[in-house]
């Protein structure tokens, strides 16, 4: 998805928060806001949860935001909000993973190149020399040698292995990106079973494919935070659970994507120096000539 | 999730629910297989809530409040989560940290190579040329070098002193969710106003109808406050180290052109 269209998502989910918070019901706070958009896939989305509303179906559909707006009046202004929240801090999360993706892919392609370049330049350089010695070289420099045209094949083709393993890296334990996303779903979870669905129709709502909570995929819960929603749906209730789980999901998730952007930075900062190192050294070394050249 | 923040929302829930926290932990123990918060158990059976979570890491001042009042925990922490912590101002001042040291150590290492290798040239010149001085690429590193550290060391203590005004307004704004939290828990009026006493800036009355939402407003506009203070000293600490580190490499520099220009019919 783009910036743009969870932007006007996330707009539309507070436009509607604000009409139900002045007791709309959710099909005339739908229609109201679908005169305003212009043809878009966020229209088509809204239209489809206005037709599902009309038909009286809480219908599921693999789209989490006409499966919330296909509840109805069972969506509280404020869990329409954390609906939104959750969606903008998926996005943003989803966006940290692709930056620090990025920077990790340029930081490894230059490492390489560089070993690729050496790989190449080294043994031409020293070969003629080694060689006007006339004698057979120490083992380790052969060794060395040895590597070296090795790298010749292997680094480009660790270039490719890495670049590939770092596009299917989703970078998720980093960024933040799992604890907002699992956040924003235990809290749809969560409001769907208040609208009175069943727990196996609201798990559905989430991940078709899970029969419970604690084994979805799409919501992807460590050890822990499986081991306390049992605990604490038998004790207080799965909804109240859920929400607690999905609240410190929300603050571990913002915590995460604010250090994967420290991170982000800090390599940013290191590469500059490397860049401030490059020119320095540019600017010193003709004193290095001229010193020498002082006799 | 680590066990700790498990123990923290299990001890949540059980004090939402009106149970003992002790006995939830122990069934956590159970759970988990190992006893992660055994210490915790014992501290929590023998009365000394406060110590226990504090040793799962709750904030120091929630965990007082909840050894009065346990069920605050649930209603103050997510306002607690929601402040801003002094990571925020931490997290630039590293990454400028990092930069200044890098630069710095490269114009270590650049001026080493250029007292080995450049300054026995020049000396020899100067003895040839009887000319007067001969310029130390160390001069500037030697003064700036430990004005940087001092700066840094300053900054250090700074960010962390109970009297820097940001600490001073987050210390505030977390007194003034806990005290919304106790009310909102529906702790008793005599131990909200309590509480409310232990900080003399907070000036409130606890039979204000609106306190609560009083409480929670005053702790968002200390925070803000706060957040401010800190992005603009971030910004002056970022001025001066940045300043000081390329005053410094353009110092190191220029000795060595300097020099290079008495001797213009050496080359």
């Known amino acids: 998805m783009t910036s743009q269209s969870v932007g006007d998502e996330v707009l539309v989910l507070r436009q509607l928060a604000a009409l139900r918070r002045a007791n709309w019901p959710l099909g005339d706070a739908l229609g109201f806001v679908l005169g305003d958009l212009g043809e878009s896939a966020l229209k088509t989305k809204l239209s489809n949860a206005q037709a599902n509303l009309q038909a009286g179906e809480h219908a599921a559909s693999a789209d989490v935001l006409v499966a919330t707006l296909s509840r109805g009046d069972a969506n509280s202004a404020d869990s329409l909000e954390l609906v939104a929240d959750a969606r903008e801090l998926a996005f943003e999360a989803a966006q940290a993973t692709r930056r620090m993706r990025t920077v990790i892919g340029f930081l490894v392609t230059l490492a390489l190149l560089q070993i690729t370049a050496l790989a190449f330049r080294l043994p031409a350089v020293l070969a003629p020399l080694f060689a006007s010695f006339g004698q057979e070289l120490p083992p380790a420099t052969q060794l060395a040698l040895g590597t070296l045209k090795a790298l010749q094949v292997g680094a480009p083709v660790m270039l490719v292995v890495a670049l590939a393993i770092i596009t299917k890296t989703r970078f998720r334990r980093w960024s933040g990106e799992r604890e907002l996303t699992s956040a924003g779903l235990l809290w749809q979870w969560s409001s769907a079973l208040k609208a009175g669905l069943s727990d196996a129709a609201a ?93 | 999730m680590n066990t700790k923040e498990l123990g923290r929302l299990v001890a949540e829930g059980a004090v939402l629910g009106e149970r003992n926290v002790a006995a939830d932990w122990a069934e956590l123990n159970v759970l988990l297989g190992r006893p992660v918060m055994g210490p915790a158990v014992t501290l929590a059976n023998s009365g000394r809530l406060e110590q226990a979570l504090r040793f799962i890491g709750t ?18 922490r997510p306002g607690l989560d929601a402040l801003p912590t002094r990571r925020s101002l931490a997290v630039p001042l590293f990454t400028v940290a990092v930069y200044c040291a890098l630069l710095s150590l490269v114009q270590l290492v650049a001026a080493t190579l250029l007292s080995l290798k450049v300054v026995p040239v020049f000396v020899q010149m100067s003895v040839d040329f009887h000319s007067a001085q001969v310029s130390d690429p160390f001069e500037a590193l030697r003064l700036l070098m430990p004005l940087q550290l001092m700066l840094w060391v300053l900054v250090v203590w700074l960010a962390r002193s109970p009297r820097a005004s940001w600490n001073d307004d987050l210390a505030l704004a977390a007194h003034a969710v806990i005290g919304a939290g106790l009310l909102e828990a529906k702790a008793p009026r005599a131990l909200v106003a309590g509480w409310l006493a232990e900080e003399p800036r907070l000036v409130a009355d606890s039979s204000h109808v609106e306190l609560r939402d009083d409480l929670r407003a005053v702790a968002t506009s200390l925070s803000n406050r706060a957040e401010a203070r800190m992005k603009r000293f971030a910004v002056g600490v970022r001025f001066a180290a940045l300043a000081l580190v390329t005053v410094q490499g353009l110092w190191v520099l220029s000795s060595i052109y300097r020099q290079l220009s008495l001797f213009p019919g050496a080359l």
């Open chain 1, 203 to 295: 798990v559905r709502l989430i991940d078709a494919r899970a029969s419970s909570l604690q084994t979805s995929d799409t919501l992807a819960l460590d050890l822990n935070e499986r081991l306390y929603l049992t605990l604490a749906s038998t004790r207080d209730g799965a909804t109240q659970a859920a929400d607690r789980l999905a609240s410190h999901l929300l603050t571990r998730g913002r915590e995460l994507a604010q250090r994967s952007r420290w991170v982000v930075a800090l390599i940013g900062t290191v590469l500059t120096v490397l860049f401030v190192i490059n020119v320095l050294g540019a600017m010193y070394l003709p004193i290095f000539s001229i010193a020498g050249a002082i006799k």
């Open chain 2, 59 to 76: 904030d120091s001042r929630l965990a007082k409040a909840a050894q009065t009042w346990p069920r605050v925990l649930a209603s103050a």
